[in-house]
Structure formats: structure tokens, C-alpha cells
């Protein structure tokens, strides 16, 4: 069986503790791997590798970084076929969506390597003579990047991408579902020429190694993306440091059908943003938004739809969806099922685990269907799975309040042909992305990622922004005129 180290300072070790977890195939209950498990020790010395090794990575040209970040995607593109199917096998989703993961990865990479030769400041005019004002970007330090399982790949190189090329070293503490995954990735980098202590991985449980992060006196910037509650707890402890912190949270997604909407285009959206990665990607469609005038023709295809949909070994193209990534995710969602129908809420379809079969070997939900009214829990509780709630509404101001009207903030999406409508749903949903005539999910890597509202803090992942999360910026005043001058201020 594989076993998967620690990367500290540049070497594949194993924990202090020896301690050791395994990671599984959520499909089939398959061992693929026996993980090194970290504590505080591990995390230290982490954070003394990422400590040594920052002020030469900081000095490196920024462009030579870019360099071994561009070296890393083009290994990911050489081995995206094998790496998709190792997301498949640990995290559970469909082979194109393991190998989307991975694509998400090289893009990015690919797109933040050429960073490398922009880190843009600004330069602006003096109220003196003789002077010139500038700003100019300056890494934070080291990053302590934690990642949760739902893209294995794709998330992890957002921060490690962004935070490397900045000139900032990396202690890194991936989901203990997908180490596997997380390891192939830092050995990438290895491979790609990132020289020791710059990248450290620390693999174990949110317990010991996350907190440990969390704590580290060092680490003075957190990337985390994972749900509310870690977030919320993250956040709390580490602004008792007054840690710099980004979050990237949970969240419960609508999609509304207007009465003008081109119904075929919706459909695929709605199957595709709903039951893509079988629920569980943060911009899923957890809620579907439906007017009164198209909701029974709409209602009669997407149950069809839905039920025809192909559950089963994710590794198989033919098939629709996946798994879902574990035991507790599995609890999770049965739970939520059981809750929507005990609140009152229609289960339409769907809603049982598969046991038959080769289905008991693993964690396999049916794709379900609530009709829902707004208000429930189903309806405003991030489940992170299978479940899509239905609600009907009249008007557009409805559909908007109810849209709204939950603590969270990611992606949203409107689906009208009239353009006045599209244009104020734009102005008007209270959420960091919004789509037009487009599923929920769906983003690119050269645009900010980010929410609104209980789902983060403010943060933006990529674009633009990805380089403002892992800098400091510092301003620049060079006197040239060989004499003490006041500014206006001063004088
Ligand atoms: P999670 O919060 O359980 O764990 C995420 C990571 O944080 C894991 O590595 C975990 O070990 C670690 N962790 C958990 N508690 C911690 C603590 N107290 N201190 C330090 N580390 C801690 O989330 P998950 O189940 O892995 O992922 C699913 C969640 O992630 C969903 O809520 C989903 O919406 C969210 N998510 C958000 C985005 C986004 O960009 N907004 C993207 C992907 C996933």
C-alpha cells in the first residue's frame, strides 16, 4: 500500500509521532493509502523550515518564481489523466469532474505564474518638488493554507499558487479525505524545482496540525477555505493574535427560473449545478427558484430528469454522479433528508441511500428532489450534498427576497431572457457571483473568487485578487531634491 510522509524542508518524512491514518476510496471502501498523521511537534518544525527558507525565496526574482510555478502546472497537464482518477478514487466525484479538478489547477497555475511579471504598485504624484510616491507589493511572510476535500487539487493551488509566487514561504494542512491528492500535488512542485522549506505539508487532523497552524506564533497570514463552523472558530482564536485571516465558507446557492426563461437551457443548468460533484461543491445549487407560471412544466422534466440520472462507480464515464466523500458526509445528508420531510417539506424524489450491490460497499445517495416552501432548514442550511429544495414563487421581487434571505453568499444565478430583469438581478442578489442564463458553478480562474454574508470575511480567492491576499503593501516616498522638505501636513 502507498504511503504518503510529511514534506518538511524539502524531505518526505514521517510524523514524530508515527502516528499514521488511511485514506479511502468512498466508492468502494478500497485502503489507497496510509498517511503520516502531524501534531504540534511536526507543525513547528514546518514552520521552522517556511521560517529559514523566506527571506531567500522573497529575494528570488519574482519572475524566476513564476517560473518553477509554470514548470509545476506543465507537470500537472503531463499527468492530468492519472491524477483525475486519483481525485476520483479518493474524493469520489466523476472522471471529467476528477480531471476538470486538475485542469482547474493547471490554469491557475498558469494564470498566477505570470504574476510573476506584473505584482503591480502604483506611482503617483508629491506635494513637494523633487519627489516620487509609490507603492509596491511585499510578501506577508509564511501562509499557513488550509484545505478542505471537495477539489483536492483545484483549491489547494489557488493559496500555494498565489501565496508562492508573492514571495511567501507555505506551511500547507490539507483535508484528512484527500491527502493522497494533496501529496501528488506538493511532489509536483518538488519536481518542479521549489527549493526546500518553501513548501512544507503537513498532513493530520484539524484537531492537532490545524490548530497547531492556527496557533503558530510564525504564521501570521491563514488562507482557509472549509465550512462556517471551522471558520468561525479559525477566525476567533487567531484574531486573539490579530492574525491576518482569509475565509472562504460555506453556502446555499439559488437558482431562479423566471416565467420567461428558456426552459431547456435551465434544465441542464439546474441537473448540472445541483447534482454536479453530487452536491458537494461550495457553489452548488442547493435551491431552485421557480415561477408559478413554469413550475409544473418544470417540475414534470426535472423530475424525469432527475430520476434518470446514472449513480454509480464514479470511474465510469457513463455515469452521472458519483459517491458522496465519506461516512459523515453520508450521515449529513440522510440527516437533512430526514429533517426536510419531519419540517414538511414534499420529497419528491430520490432521498435513500443505494445499498444494493456494489453500492454498499460505498456512500451513495439517490439525487433528491424537495418541494419546499422558503423558511425550512432544507432551505437555508448548507447540506452539501444531493439535495435540491424547489420553492415556487410569483413575482420577481419574491424570488429575490427569498434568494436573499439566508445567511450565506456565493454564487447565485438568474435564468430570464429579458434583460432589464438580468441586469437588476445583478444589482440586487446579495451574493459574491452571479450568473445570467448559467448554472451556479462554474468559475475561472482569472476572475475573484469569493461571498458575501456568512460566507467569508471579505476575502476574494484569484483574479486580481489572489495576489492582494497574500501582500503587503508598502508605500514608497524617495526624496530627490538633497534637502529636508515638510510635507504639507508638517509644516
Ligand atoms: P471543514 O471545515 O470540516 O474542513 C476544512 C479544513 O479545515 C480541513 O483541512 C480540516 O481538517 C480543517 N479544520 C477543520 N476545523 C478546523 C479548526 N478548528 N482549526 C483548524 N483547521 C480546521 O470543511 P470540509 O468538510 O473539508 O469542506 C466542506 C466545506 O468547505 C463546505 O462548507 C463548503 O461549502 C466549503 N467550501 C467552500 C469553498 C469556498 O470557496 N467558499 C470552496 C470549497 C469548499
Redesign the pocket.
Known sequence: MRECGLFINGEWTAASSRDTFETTNPATGEVLARCAAGNEEDVVKAADAAAKSFGDWKRFPAPKRGEIILKAASILRQQKKSLGEMVTREMGKVIAEGEGDVQEAIDFLEYIAGEGRRMLGETTTSELPNKRCMTVRQPVGIVGC??????PFA?PSWKLGAALIAGNTVVF?????TPLCAAALVEIFQEAGIPPGVLNMVTG???T???A??EEERIRTLS????????R??YS?ASKKLKRVAL????KNPLIVMEDADIDLALEGILFGAFGTAG????ATSRLLVHEKVYSEIMDRLVRRTKALKVGDPLDPSVDMGPV?GPE?ELKVLNYIDIGVKEGARLVCGGKKLKEGDYGKGFFIEPTLFEARHGLRITKE?I?GPVLSVIKFSSYEEAIHVANDVDYG?SSSIYTRDINKAYRAIDDLEAGITYINAPTIGAEVHLP???VKN??NGAR?AGTAAIAEFTEIKTVFIDYSGKLQKAQIER
Open positions: 488550509i484545505t478542505p476535500w471537495n477539489f483549491v494542512k490539507p483535508s484528512s479525505l487532523s484539524a484537531q496540525v490545524g490548530q497552524i492556527v482557509f477555505t472549509g465550512g462556517v463552523a471551522a471558520g472558530e479559525i482564536r472562504e465558507l460555506g453556502s458537494q461543491r461550495c457553489t466523500c458526509q448548507e452539501f456565493l473568487f469569493g461571498g460566507t467569508g480567492e
